[in-house]
C-alpha cells in the first residue's frame, strides 16, 4: 500500500506543480531541465555498478532505444506542462493516462497478442471518453487553439511507452532498467540544455534561481514516481494487472478532482461523462 499510495501522490504532485508554474512565475524548460539532472543522478546512483559502469552504457543493445525515448520524454514533459497549463489538470490527465490504449494496439498488430473481447470494449470506451471530455462547451474552459497539445499528448504519451514496453521485454533485465533510465533522463537533459540555450540567445530565460529549485523539486517527484511505481510491481502487494488500471484511473481521478476544486476547472455533463468512461476504460484495458 505504501508504495501505490507514494506513486499516486507523486504523480499527481507532478501534474500540480505544472499547473502552479505560471502562477509562480516558473520557466518551464529550465524546471524540466533540471528535473532531469536530479532524475538521472538518482537513476545513475541505483543503477548496477553505479557510476562505474557509464562508460559501458553506449554499447548496451539498449542505449539507442533509451536515447529515443530520452528525446521523446523531454518533448512530452514539456507538452504535458503545456497542457496541464493551457487546458487544464483533467483534460491533461485524461490524455496523459489514456494513452495505453496505444501499447496496447501496438501489441496487438506487432506481437502478435489477442485481441480479447474485454479489451476491444475498453478501446472503444476510451476513444469515446478522449472525444467526450475534449467536446467543446458553450463556456469553453480553454481556448480551443491549445486543443492540440492533448491531442499530441495522448498519440506522443503512447508511443513513447510502447518503446519503452518493447525496451523492458527484449532487452531490459533487472535492475538495468535504473542503467536504462538513466540514459534516458541524461539525453532528455543534454536536447532541453541545446533548446534552452537557443532560448537564451534570443533572451527568452527568465527567472533562472526560482526556476531551477522548482526544477529540483520537480526531479525529486519524477523520480519518486518511478521509483514507487517500480517498487509496487516488485512488492507484489497487488499484481501489476491490478495495480496499472489502479495506477492509471487513480492519476485521472485525482487529476480531474484537484483542478476543479483548487484551480477553478470546469467541466459541463457530457466532459464528466466522458471523465467517467475514461476511468472504465482504463480498468477494462488493463485487465
Known sequence: MFFVTGAVISSTLILVMFRLFPRLKVNNLVAILANYVIASGFSIFLAPGGVAEVVDYPHQS??????????????????FAQSSQKVGLAITSVANKMSVVIPVLVAILFYNELLLWQKGIGLVLALVAFYLTLMKNEKPRFDRKYLYLPVILFFGGGICDSILNYATEYHITGSALFSYLSVVFATSFIVGLFILAMGWMEGSSKYLGRSMIAGVLLGVMNFAS???FLGALDNGWLESSVFIPVFNASIVATGGINGVLFFRERMSTINLIGFVLAIISIFIIAS
Open 226 to 228: 518511478t521509483w514507487f
Open 62 to 79: 539498449w542505449f539507442f532505444i533509451a536515447v529515443i525515448n530520452g528525446v521523446l520524454f523531454i518533448a512530452l514533459f514539456n507538452l
